[in-house]
């Protein structure tokens, strides 16, 4: 989650790893709502800040619920063609 003065949005960060004072990655996608962050930048975070997260397990996601989510808010072959490329269960 990253906040810009009263705006709030989520990002995937991939890879990301852990610091001193808790994690740091690359954000994956491009910023929607927040303008003081692009995608490709490296950011800084805390486990407080973590909304969702997912990780793969014998070629199927584990997690990830916010994708779960946006599929139903998303067309039948696009939901598929998520599920059936990327490995979500959901």
């Not at 808010?73 to 063609?81: L, V």
Request: net charge negative; proline share 2%.
């Amino acid at each position: 989650m990253v906040r810009d003065g009263d705006a709030t949005e989520h990002f995937w960060v991939f890879p990301f790893h852990r610091t001193a004072a808790g994690f740091a990655g690359t954000l994956d996608n491009e910023p929607q709502t927040v303008h003081n962050v692009v995608a490709g930048q490296e950011i800084e975070f805390s486990r407080d800040d973590i909304s969702d997260w997912g990780y793969m397990k014998n070629g199927r996601r584990v997690g990830s619920f916010t994708v779960c989510v946006l599929f139903k808010k998303m067309s039948k072959e696009d939901a598929d063609y998520y599920r059936q490329n990327y490995g979500f269960d959901c």
